[in-house]
């Protein structure tokens, strides 16, 4: 069997399996870390601190443990950032993270350490590289990876875009996985369950509710017998729905809000606020303020996570210089009788159990079930082990009796039949070796996400149309044939859009032109969409007098920001790739294009070129996109030099802009020209 471990990447906590065979079975175990188990189980804490000139120094347990001494040089919770713009930060992230954060210069979020620069993905692949490097070391008692990795199955939330799940890829190549599969987080819990019920022969849906430190994924799956084969078939009942800011860390953020009011900390609010408003407000006067919230944080997750197994807990940290304690109880009924100034856990975390509330609730509407069409609970996160969190289940579930008697052996025992914070790396391990499973089948995922495109331009009016509705089983594909009056030389403008779960928001991918042929003042074109099971959508157009096809690979990879939802296209006449037309009079020979244009499109491409040349020259452009750009450059070159000056036939006209769009692209999906930028110079 190949050496290819599971992954759970996460905000807070990192985990790691590996299944191999023993006899004839298969076995999956937790990868140990140099640590061993940590407060917060078999787990790779997210944090890496680094040195004064930006050295890694510290990465896991160490680091975590140094964040109160030095808040500014830890780096923590970057799957919150992670393929992220810089204008995506909220006010919350802000006051959130201590360390530093930048803009680049195309809009990116930057981490200035000392005298470098780190991404969100640099730190990614530093926690992925630690995990890769504890699973080759033969040292480390209970490892069972014997020699290199092959590769690594990583989980990211169900809801990341695109952007974001190539920054988890991009992140896994950096840190030495000669190959990288990216799966669902609740794909992967589902799966590591459903393996232990497929062993006892159940048939039943399943509710997976993934709640971590940084995000919330809901799905309804469903374990059956195969229609035609003598196997059990796992598949989701629809896409999951879930809430990628909302976990155990905003809880965190709550419950420091609360300490802060109830101990009269007044003084650590100021240092919020400047957070929030203008973090390079900050100034050294304001460093012991820092290191005091850095230590309250980890004392609130700590005190937090005790509560799960008692109803009160104490704890001391230093404010002021001085010792402070630190109050905090489940429910006003736990207060030790006679006390004041503790903080309630359930009422600071309210509106949050509210949110998560209401996206199971969603999460089953989506699924066309009611709460008791299911029979079988699988809770995967820390937030799963906190009482009032179950409480919310047994309350949405409180009419389903297998549901209710599964919380109620929960909360007798403690004990939950796969462990929270491991079952999402078991089952990314698990997926490694799904063709070795016999017994069950994994079905192909389905879409998170509505993906259409916007078009206008020329003679035609602005609309937009879904061509991948949310929920369809990848890979799939869809099209749109659409035509235009125009003259020679005409764009048409597109973007790829992504739709959010209530349909409601259109989110852009940046806007592209396209050169279809005109002839006899009109064009006609086709739009293909195709998505893969990573959710990976590629983009083509394709002339469809002429058959000039322009395709963009990846373009969910790009994100620019909502917009308002589109008026649908109205019917139109289906083109013939290639002409066609039966009876109908032959169209006449296209007219060429006039010298302004071309001599637009001349300049325009060369300053395209040599922006692109300089980029490839200066080392600028990372490997991973090198070869890409090389290619778009050389068919750019191409096409400019068969265009001639002057007035020019349309054929080499459009070949040449549609050639200069896919360059453009290429520069925007590397990173090196802005998706807003209209020209390079």
Known sequence: MAKIIGVDLGSANSAAAFTRKVGSHLRTDMLPSRYGRTQQGMVFPSYVRFTSDGKVDLVGEEARQAMAASPRR??????????????????????????????????????????????????????????????????????????????AVVTRPAYFDTVQTQATR??????????????????????????????????????????????????ASVLAEHPSEDTQLFESVCPPYGDASLGGIDMDDALIAEAIEVGGLGELQ??????????????????????????????????????????????????????????????????????????ILDRAIGPLLERFRECVQKSLTFAGLAATDVSHMLLVGGPMKMPSVRAVVAEIFDSNRAVSAQLAAIEASGDF?????????????????????????????????????????????QGGEILLPRGSTAPCDGTLALGTPGSPGDAIDFSLAAIQMDGDEWHTMGKNAFYPTFLDGRASFKILLEADREEVVDVSLTDARTGEKLTLDRAN??????????????????????GGGGAAAPPSAPLPVPAAKVSEARNEAMACLAFARGALSDGTVSDSTKDELSAAVADLEEGLAALPEGVAPQVLYTRTRNRCTKLRYCLRSAGLLSSETEGVS
């Open 557 to 578: 990879r790009l994100s620019v920001g909502p917009v308002s939802q589109p008026e649908a296209f109205g019917e139109v006449d289906e083109p013939e790739l290639g």
């Open 270 to 343: 100021d240092v919020l606020d400047i957070m929030r408003s203008d973090p390079a407000g900050l100034t050294p006067e304001h460093d012991d303020a820092l290191r005091t919230l850095a230590g309250l944080r980890l004392a609130i997750e700590q005190v937090k996570i005790d509560l799960a197994v008692v109803p009160f807990k104490e704890t001391y940290i230093q404010v002021r210089r001085q010792p402070f304690r630190l109050k905090m109880a489940r429910t006003p009924r736990d207060v030790p009788s006679g006390e004041r100034d503790w903080i």
């Open 74 to 151: 830890v780096v923590w919770g970057v799957k919150r950032l992670i393929g992220r713009t810089y204008s995506q930060l909220t006010a919350e992230d802000r006051a959130r993270f201590p360390f530093p954060i930048a803009k680049g210069e195309n809009n990116e979020i930057l981490i200035p350490m000392g005298e470098k620069t780190y991404s969100p993905e640099d730190v990614s692949s530093i926690l992925l590289e630690t995990m890769r490097g504890a699973a080759e070391d033969t040292s480390i008692p209970g490892n069972l990876v014997a020699g290199s990795t092959e590769g």
């Open 417 to 461: 039949s796969v462990d929270p914070m491991e079952c999402v790396a078991r089952g990314a391990s698990l997926w490694a070796v799904r063709d070795e499973l016999g017994d069950i089948r994994v079905q192909k995922p389905q879409l998170s996400r509505a993906y259409g495109v916007m078009v206008g331009g020329s003679g035609l009016v």
């Open 170 to 219: 991009d992140a896994a190549r950096r840190a030495g996985f000669p190959s990288v599969t990216i799966i669902s987080e609740p794909e992967a819990a589902a799966l590591s369950h459903g393996v232990e019920l497929a062993e006892r022969g159940e048939t039943s849906f399943v509710m997976t509710i993934d709640w971590g430190a940084g995000t919330l994924d809901v799905v």
